[in-house]
Structure formats: C-alpha cells, structure tokens
C-alpha cells in the first residue's frame, strides 16, 4: 500500500487524470513491517508545466501541461467539453471528439508502462489463477498446495486493474486448460478475465461474500481439483 500509494500520486500527475487506490478490508486490518526508503530513494513524478500562456494548453500532446493553483495562471476547473485553450465549447461535435479521444487515448496507448502485475510460477502451468488484493496470499499457498499434488499451477496477481492487462493474462489463458479467478465478491474481474480470455482457456469463478471469511488455500485447490475432475 505504501509503494502503491506513492505510485498513484505519479500517475496523477504524470498522465493528468484521477488515481483510484483501491484498498480492501482485510488489506487495511493488517499489521506488518514497511520498509520506508529515504526521501532520496523515492521516485516522484512532477507535472509537466506550460512554458507560455499564449500557446494553447490542449494543443497535439496527450497529456498537456496543468499549471499549479496559486502559480501566476487563471485555472478554471471545469467537467464540460473544452477546446486546446481550456475554454467550454460544449456545442461542438468536432471538438468533444477531439477531446474525449484525448483522454482516452493518454490512457490506453500507454497501458503497457501503467499496467503492473507479478507471474509466480507460470512458465509451465496448466491451470491458471487471476487474483488481485488480499486474496492473493491465499493463492500464492494453493500453488505451492496444487504442485505437490501434480497440478502445475501458475499464479498471475495483479496490482492494477485497469487499464486492465489484457496481454498477461491472454498470455496465461494460451498455455492454460483452465483459468480460476477467485474474488471476495460476487463476480467482476471474472468477466474481464473471460472476455480476454477469448476461449483459449474455460474461465471459471469462485466468490465468497459475507461474514469476514476470507478464500483459502485450501477451497481454491478443492476448485481447481473439481474443475479437472479429479
């Protein structure tokens, strides 16, 4: 979380849009140890700042320059469709266009370098799991479980979910029979997973909901187990 949390201030600032840190209830009860670096050792991203108040602000760059509140600019905070010089041109179909394609674009076309994620033993699976927060330390003892038994499980667990990593997990379902995706709800990235999944591999569930009862190692490989039929 603390990693994370640094890492959403620098994507805020670096692709100009909102961060959503996501944190579960099990995450946020927790007690462990953090390892916090000094000032020198920590990355921090600053805004790209605009050199001039006659060029226009919202010209050809995906993520133009946003000058500071308080910085000798007049910032208007706006949620309405703007042109490059930031003023509202609501009635425009051109220019909303231009605009939402913008947003959007500074997003997807750099997922590759926002998109984080770790592989844990994935080079030989033949079932494979998707998982993201506090139920990924349950997956990461149902692997080493589901190998002593045979099963070749590989593990990918991801610390971003959007953009989601369409490319990983495509990659995971090519080499998989089956792809397992256990979620402390009632279904969600489990329909990512299936749409990216493409029927490279069957994409199956496994939710839990209520009561503070946390997935464990040992129903995820009682899973797997049934969906190979064995």
């Keep these: 979380m603390f990693e994370l949390t640094i890492e959403a201030f620098n ?17 946020a009860h927790m007690r462990e140890k953090v ?18 108040m006659d060029e226009p602000f919202f010209g050809g760059e995906e993520v ?3 000058p500071p509140l308080g910085e000798g600019y007049y910032v208007a905070v706006t949620g309405s ?3 490059e010089y930031g003023i509202r041109f609501t009635a425009d179909p051109e220019v909303h266009r231009k605009l939402a394609e913008r947003l959007v674009g500074k997003i997807v076309n750099n997922a590759d370098k926002i998109v984080k994620y770790e592989e844990f033993k994935v080079e030989d699976c033949e079932v494979g799991i998707v998982a993201y927060g506090c139920t990924s330390r349950a997956v990461y003892e149902t692997v080493e479980l589901a190998r002593e038994k045979g099963v070749r499980v590989g593990f990918v667990r991801l610390k971003t979910i959007w953009p989601f990593p369409e490319k990983v997990v495509e990659k995971l379902a090519e080499k998989s029979e089956i792809l397992i995706v256990p979620e402390m709800n009632l279904r969600q990235l489990y329909y990512e997973v299936e749409r990216v999944a493409k029927c490279k591999a069957k994409v199956y569930p496994l939710n839990k909901v209520g009561g503070g009862e946390m997935i464990t190692p040992e129903e995820i490989l009682a899973e797997i187990l049934r969906r190979r039929g064995q």
């Design 35 to 52: 390892e916090i670096p000094s000032s020198e050792e920590v990355k921090l991203i600053e805004r790209k700042r605009p050199k001039s």
């Design 81 to 83: 469709t703007h042109n």
């Design 64 to 66: 133009p320059p946003m």
């Design 11 to 27: 994507l805020a600032e670096e692709y100009r849009t909102p961060v959503i840190l996501l944190a579960d209830e099990t995450v």
